[in-house]
């Protein structure tokens, strides 16, 4: 009962913990806002693997003025291999973003959606474990030696 009692609270601490990271996520795609013609790209990768690249672009828009954006090796992050003079328009709260006029809805959401729905489901669960009181050992009435009751 022991084991299975430590599952389901780790359980729930995980469905917490992966539910604030898909919530996360969501919001740092959710909160993108940009509107303007890609004039410099750079990709750096970490060394010695090339992995976990990034992209920092540098974007012009219709004021005249310039942006910076970096997509990083994420589900957040728009795409990383956008060429110059590529127009981007992703507006803030919206999930998916344009590339020259053609609409890209690349995030993940279904699965992010799950990831929240089975930590609400499961993290209840865990907290109702966690307040269970253990029963208290065995506490009879029956005398014990030395006690009162032998005494009189």
């Known amino acids: 009962m022991r ?7 780790g359980l729930s601490v995980a469905g917490v913990l ?20 890609i004039t410099a790209a750079r990709t750096e990768c970490e060394q010695p693997y090339n992995n976990r690249c990034v992209t920092y672009y540098t974007l012009q828009v219709s004021d005249g003025s310039q942006i910076g954006y970096a997509a990083g090796p ?3 992050s728009l795409q990383r291999d956008l060429p110059v003079g590529t127009w981007i328009t992703k507006h803030k709260w919206d999930m ?14 279904r699965f992010y959606v799950g990831v929240i729905v089975f930590g609400a489901l499961v993290s209840p669960i865990g907290l109702r474990v966690l307040s269970e009181r253990r029963s208290a050992p065995n ?14």
Not at 3 to 9: E, I, K, T
Request: charged share 20%.
């Open 3 to 9: 084991f299975l009692r430590r599952l389901v609270v």
């Open 18 to 37: 992966f539910s604030a990271l898909a919530i996360s996520e969501i919001l740092q795609r959710a909160q993108i806002d940009l509107d303007g013609q």
């Open 74 to 76: 994420n589900d957040h």
């Open 96 to 109: 998916s973003y344009s590339i020259d006029g053609q609409r890209v809805a690349d995030f993940p959401s």
């Open 139 to 152: 506490q009879s009435l029956q005398p014990t030696a030395g006690s009162r009751d032998e005494q009189i």
